[in-house]
């Protein structure tokens, strides 16, 4: 049972007037809730010819490696949440140099905004939401130990960019897949 935010009595979905969606409308105080995607930054570290990724030690993916990434807090910008998540989980401080790769994934209500930066001074640890971090040569990424698709796709389009030594900002819509 969903119950309102503002008053605590339960909600019902409703069309509201002038609205084309359902919504967890307020049987009591007529509070709309409305719910919209989230927002998650992300940083794909280079250092030298390799990239960081962090192992998880939370579920969804528990074990699995990923990019330093998560949910946007507010008060901050999106390059300040990759910045702030990369420290968290991988505790590496970074000089992020562009937005990289921007995933809609309309399915799970996510917006994946991917920085690429360097790494300062080589130096890495394991946050609480981690059980290792590692930095990976291109042939040693473990792509079927990948937690998410953005990361495989990030990973992907850095190194094709790589190749050209050009890297384009990729705005793409993901889609749902076997394993997620
Ligand atoms: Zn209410």
Redesign the pocket.
């Known amino acids: 049972m969903n119950c309102?935010?503002?008053?605590?009595?339960p909600?019902t979905a409703q069309i509201p007037p002038g609205d084309d969606k359902l919504r967890q409308v307020?049987?009591?105080?007529?509070?709309i809730h409305y719910e919209n995607p989230k927002t998650i930054c992300g940083a794909l570290v280079i250092w030298q010819d390799q990239v960081l990724l962090c192992r998880r030690a939370i579920e969804p993916r528990y074990g699995y490696w990923t990019l330093p990434a998560g949910y946007m807090e507010l008060n901050e910008t999106m390059q300040q949440g990759a910045e702030r998540e990369t420290f968290e989980e991988a505790q590496a401080y970074i000089d992020t140099e562009q937005l990289y790769c921007l995933y809609d994934i309309p399915h799970i209500g996510q917006i994946y905004a991917i920085f690429k930066a360097k790494l300062q001074h080589g130096r890495f640890g394991a946050g609480t939401e981690t059980l290792e971090s590692r930095l990976f040569h291109k042939d040693d990424i473990p792509w079927e130990q990948l937690a998410f698709q953005s990361v495989r796709q990030t990973l992907h389009h850095y190194f094709a960019d790589r190749e050209q030594e050009h890297y384009p900002l990729h705005l793409e819509t993901l889609y749902p897949t076997v394993n997620e």
Do not use: M
């Open positions: 309102c935010t503002h008053c605590g009595h909600t307020c049987s009591a105080c007529g509070n």
